[in-house]
């Protein structure tokens, strides 16, 4: 019985390191792709949602119907789309240290042995 529960808790460990490395990449794709949003030339103007008049990208409020457009900035996405990216891939590659590590193998080791 203890060889199925280690089959089973590899296999649900293996599946939340898969996890861990995806939301890493999708963070940070996401940051990538914030990036890239801010820096393309758009327009200065858009339309109300609500009223459909002309008002300023920047504009927090309609000045015609009075619609909130919030305060938040590309700039705090991009943070947190890189704080939780590289959080969620240094958590990923400490639970593969703690894999190897149960294998008589360092991570470091085996990370210099590619470039030695």
């Known amino acids: 019985m203890d ?47 609500s009223c459909g008049k002309t008002i300023s990208t920047s504009a927090y409020v309609c000045p015609h119907c009075g619609q909130h457009y919030g305060t938040s900035s590309a700039f705090d996405s991009i943070l947190v789309c890189l704080f939780c990216g590289l959080l969620f891939l240094f958590l990923g590659l400490h639970v593969v240290s703690l894999m190897l590590e149960e294998y008589g193998y360092n991570l470091l080791d085996i990370i210099k042995g590619w470039f030695i």
């Open 3 to 49: 060889s199925l529960s280690d089959v089973f808790g590899a296999g649900i460990g293996i599946l939340c390191l898969l996890a861990m490395f995806f939301l890493a990449f999708m963070f940070l794709y996401m940051a990538v792709m914030n990036i890239v949003d801010k820096f393309k030339p758009t327009s200065k103007l858009m339309s109300c949602e």
